[in-house]
């Protein structure tokens, strides 16, 4: 029997639907017809609103010069003039002719690298939008966790004879305590 045949083997008037429910649609309740100026004005409504947000986030990834930040060029941290003075005292400092921001203030492999560049991202996004941030910023402690590992990693032979005194290499002081200065000069 075809979806036209009616059970007792007539043919269903033209243009009858069979007792098949729409899919779906529960059987027993009853399909609701879509307008169809809905199905021709939906997709362009998405459209329009779809191209709205890629067009503003292509414009601020732009205007913020977003892809600078996946370089590791230390002038992308003066994207924010907040950091400039930090840039300054980094390029008088002993290790501006040997580290990059990068290279203290992010994880040393690539994965931990840019997903501390992308939670820094958002936060200092955040924060500066909010103009939610102390002046003259501060390290937290997450970042600064990242920067003691760091020094100890660069200078691991020296930080060992040092935490040798203290029974482990993870104990003693930070090195910041007595070298806060060394990666920006102006910091006393």
């Given at each position: 029997?075809?979806?036209?045949?009616?059970?007792?083997?007539?043919?269903?008037?033209?243009?009858?639907?069979?007792?098949?429910?729409?899919?779906?649609?529960?059987?027993?309740a009853e399909a609701?017809?879509?307008?169809?100026?809905?199905?021709?004005?939906?997709?362009?409504?998405?459209?329009?609103?779809?191209?709205?947000?890629?067009?503003?986030?292509?414009?601020?990834?732009?205007?913020?010069?977003?892809?600078?930040?996946?370089?590791?060029?230390?002038?992308?941290?003066?994207?924010?003039?907040?950091?400039?003075?930090?840039?300054?005292?980094?390029?008088?400092?002993?290790?501006?002719?040997?580290?990059?921001?990068?290279?203290?203030?992010?994880?040393?492999?690539?994965?931990?690298?840019?997903?501390?560049?992308?939670?820094?991202?958002?936060?200092?996004?955040?924060?500066?939008?909010?103009?939610?941030?102390?002046e003259?910023?501060q390290?937290?402690?997450?970042?600064?966790?990242?920067?003691?590992?760091?020094?100890?990693?660069?200078?691991?032979?020296?930080?060992?004879?040092?935490?040798?005194?203290?029974?482990?290499?993870?104990?003693?002081?930070?090195?910041?305590?007595?070298?806060?200065?060394?990666?920006?000069?102006?910091?006393?």
């Amino acid at each position: 029997m075809d979806e036209h045949t009616e059970p007792d083997g007539g043919a269903a008037p033209e243009g009858a639907a069979a007792d098949v429910p729409a899919a779906g649609v529960e059987p027993g309740a009853e399909a609701q017809p879509t307008d169809p100026r809905t199905r021709r004005v939906l997709p362009w409504i998405l459209s329009v609103t779809a191209g709205m947000l890629l067009g503003s986030s292509l414009f601020v990834l732009n205007y913020a010069e977003g892809l600078s930040y996946l370089s590791n060029d230390p002038r992308a941290c003066t994207n924010c003039h907040v950091m400039e003075p930090y840039y300054d005292g980094w390029q008088r400092s002993p290790h501006a002719a040997v580290a990059t921001c990068n290279d203290c203030h992010t994880p040393h492999d690539l994965i931990g690298k840019y997903v501390t560049k992308a939670r820094n991202g958002w936060n200092h996004s955040v924060a500066f939008t909010l103009q939610n941030f102390e002046e003259p910023i501060q390290i937290k402690p997450f970042n600064a966790a990242i920067l003691e590992e760091n020094c100890r990693e660069c200078h691991e032979e020296l930080v060992n004879q040092i935490t040798g005194h203290y029974g482990s290499e993870d104990e003693g002081p930070d090195c910041v305590r007595c070298h806060r200065s060394v990666g920006h000069a102006w910091l006393r």
